[in-house]
Nanobody, 124 residues
Framework: QVQLVESGGGLVQAGGSLRLSCVAS????????MGWFRQAPGKEREFVAS????????YYADSVKGRFTISRDNAKNTVYLQMNSLKPEDTAVYYC?????????????????WGQGTQVTVSS
């Protein structure tokens, strides 16, 4: 399994921005896509965004569309999540994950490897 390490979380005021990074331990040429998920206390883990390693096709949850941007740097085996116009309801632990399917999916079960998570807290 690929090892994933997230960074970039923190405390920010509403309306602010953060950029999360996720570094994968191995080359990306044989991987399908990466995704970002988040989990708030007492809630289920929810899909945020995904991007394919080849072609850079992106997909977003409706709740973040227009505010968050996912991107990748294949040379660095790194995926980013630029989060703008943050809201208190964006507060959660954010995880990156390696998608194991060739088709687009938002189900956590279709993602094989997960990072340890990074906390994002948005104050009002």
């Amino acid at each position: 399994q690929v090892q994933l390490v997230e960074s970039g979380g923190g405390l920010v005021q509403a309306g602010g921005s953060l950029r999360l990074s996720c570094v994968a331990s191995e080359r990306t040429s044989n991987r399908y896509a990466m995704g970002w998920f988040r989990q708030a206390p007492g809630k289920e883990r929810e899909f945020v965004a995904s991007i394919t390693w080849t072609g850079g096709s992106t997909y977003y949850a409706d709740s973040v569309k227009g505010r968050f941007t996912i991107s990748r740097d294949n040379a660095k085996n790194t995926v980013y999540l630029q989060m703008n116009s943050l809201k208190p309801e964006d507060t959660a632990v954010y995880y990156c994950a390696d998608r194991t399917t060739a088709y687009r999916t938002t189900r956590p079960a279709d993602f094989g490897s997960w990072g340890q998570g990074t906390q994002v807290t948005v104050s009002s």
